[in-house]
């Protein structure tokens, strides 16, 4: 009795193994008739899928916490397996197996392009798979601040090492090699023996990681000269009889006077006032930028004391030359550049800080004025 039992229990599981079987090769079928892959490829991509769901430890693992940028070049006619290795060797990836495997699976292996990327140890297998399809991800991102000179430029590229060349070479390019852009020197009306000095626009950039030296300068120009296209800025300049060369001079110097950007039309009427009068400017930014950092190597912006004001002996020193310095000494923002070209018609020829240390300004007609606006106690 239990043999014939066991007997029929052994031909239901045989027929039950029987379907199962036939099931997944229906189901095998039906997907390679959907995907156009033949059997063999069906259960090929079935069993790394498998193989993919047992390493999700591996898969999510990142090799450190350390944030730091590591630069990898993947040259053209790499293998996935090549780049894997590549990987490993730089500490970027855990397992060379797993991350060919995710890429295979997840069909990115035809999609991994050469170029330059920055990767770090935080990221994980999926992360790097995915950065590696898209060379755009591999720019460097480069800020300017309103107001840098070009020294604090170059300052900023010798402390990202994702460029591959030195703010000395920068400012090579930006200064003794100027002279060889006499389309852009006529356009802006630049003086000859003049460097680029307030024409490196500042803002936000992606710079691809090959550039060099003169190319993010030439980035910074074209971008410079697209937005005076943009907005016109050309035929304001030309409507006012003045060059882009004196309109960037004296606003560079409004954005080292201005504290805040709403305040920077009215200071830059106060200066066209002056330059209207035959005054001096009266800028103490110009006696800074003639100092550099000779008084202080952590700043290029020295605290002044009240005898450099006749004690800097400088064409920069505009307590002591009448009209613009002989440059710009800042390379200014867009809204500094407005202010001075859509400056209101003022009568105003002085300004002095706010007792509130809020960073604005009085503004008074006379000297008189000028002097009773000041702190007292």
């Given at each position: 009795m239990f043999m014939r039992w066991l007997?029929?229990?052994?031909?239901?599981?045989?027929?039950?193994?029987?379907?199962?079987?036939?099931?997944?090769?229906?189901?095998?079928?039906?997907?390679?008739?959907l995907t156009g892959q033949s059997f063999t490829e069906v259960v090929r991509d079935s069993f790394r899928r498998y193989q993919l769901r047992q390493q999700q430890a591996l898969l999510q693992a990142t090799m450190g916490t350390q944030q730091e940028s590591i630069r990898i070049d993947i040259t053209a006619g790499m293998s996935t397996m090549a780049i894997a290795q590549l990987l490993y060797e730089h500490g970027l990836i855990v397992d060379v197996d797993v991350f060919v495997l995710?890429?295979?699976?997840?069909?990115?292996d035809a999609q991994l392009e050469a170029g330059v990327y920055f990767l770090s140890q935080t990221m994980t297998i999926p992360e790097i798979a995915t950065r590696l399809t898209d060379t755009n991800s591999s720019k460097i991102t480069f800020r300017i601040l309103e107001g840098w000179r070009t020294e604090e430029i170059a300052q900023a590229i010798d402390q990202t090492p994702a460029f591959t060349f030195s703010g000395a070479d920068f400012l090579l390019a930006t200064q003794q090699d100027a002279s060889s852009l006499t389309d852009f020197m006529a356009l802006v009306g630049l003086p000859e023996e003049r460097t680029l000095e307030g024409f490196l626009l500042p803002g936000t950039y992606f710079v691809p990681p090959t550039?060099?030296?003169?190319?993010?300068?030439?980035?910074?120009?074209?971008?410079?000269?697209?937005?005076?296209?943009d907005e016109g800025l050309y035929l304001k300049a030309h409507e006012q009889e003045m060059t882009l060369f004196e309109v960037v001079t004296l606003a560079s110097i409004v954005e080292r006077e201005a504290v805040h950007d709403d305040e920077q039309e009215m200071v830059a009427s106060v200066y066209l006032n002056r330059l209207a009068n035959g005054m001096k400017l009266d800028a103490d930014p110009t006696i800074q930028y003639a100092i550099g950092n000779t008084r202080n190597p952590a700043t290029w912006w020295a605290s002044i004391t009240r005898e450099d004001y006749s004690g800097i002996l400088s064409p920069y020193n505009t307590y002591l030359s009448v009209g613009l310095p002989p440059s710009p000494i800042t390379n200014p923002g867009i809204s500094a550049i407005r202010a001075v070209l859509f400056a209101p018609s003022?009568?105003?020829?002085?300004?002095?800080?706010?007792?509130?240390?809020?960073?604005?300004?009085?503004?008074?007609?006379?000297?008189?004025?000028?002097?009773?606006?000041?702190?007292t106690g």
């Amino acid at each position: 009795m239990f043999m014939r039992w066991l007997r029929r229990l052994l031909q239901w599981l045989g027929l039950i193994f029987v379907a199962f079987v036939l099931c997944v090769v229906c189901a095998v079928w039906l997907t390679g008739a959907l995907t156009g892959q033949s059997f063999t490829e069906v259960v090929r991509d079935s069993f790394r899928r498998y193989q993919l769901r047992q390493q999700q430890a591996l898969l999510q693992a990142t090799m450190g916490t350390q944030q730091e940028s590591i630069r990898i070049d993947i040259t053209a006619g790499m293998s996935t397996m090549a780049i894997a290795q590549l990987l490993y060797e730089h500490g970027l990836i855990v397992d060379v197996d797993v991350f060919v495997l995710y890429t295979v699976v997840n069909q990115l292996d035809a999609q991994l392009e050469a170029g330059v990327y920055f990767l770090s140890q935080t990221m994980t297998i999926p992360e790097i798979a995915t950065r590696l399809t898209d060379t755009n991800s591999s720019k460097i991102t480069f800020r300017i601040l309103e107001g840098w000179r070009t020294e604090e430029i170059a300052q900023a590229i010798d402390q990202t090492p994702a460029f591959t060349f030195s703010g000395a070479d920068f400012l090579l390019a930006t200064q003794q090699d100027a002279s060889s852009l006499t389309d852009f020197m006529a356009l802006v009306g630049l003086p000859e023996e003049r460097t680029l000095e307030g024409f490196l626009l500042p803002g936000t950039y992606f710079v691809p990681p090959t550039a060099t030296a003169h190319e993010l300068r030439d980035i910074l120009l074209q971008a410079f000269n697209n937005r005076m296209v943009d907005e016109g800025l050309y035929l304001k300049a030309h409507e006012q009889e003045m060059t882009l060369f004196e309109v960037v001079t004296l606003a560079s110097i409004v954005e080292r006077e201005a504290v805040h950007d709403d305040e920077q039309e009215m200071v830059a009427s106060v200066y066209l006032n002056r330059l209207a009068n035959g005054m001096k400017l009266d800028a103490d930014p110009t006696i800074q930028y003639a100092i550099g950092n000779t008084r202080n190597p952590a700043t290029w912006w020295a605290s002044i004391t009240r005898e450099d004001y006749s004690g800097i002996l400088s064409p920069y020193n505009t307590y002591l030359s009448v009209g613009l310095p002989p440059s710009p000494i800042t390379n200014p923002g867009i809204s500094a550049i407005r202010a001075v070209l859509f400056a209101p018609s003022t009568d105003y020829l002085y300004f002095r800080a706010r007792c509130d240390a809020s960073g604005y300004h009085d503004f008074t007609r006379t000297y008189e004025e000028h002097l009773q606006s000041g702190c007292t106690g």
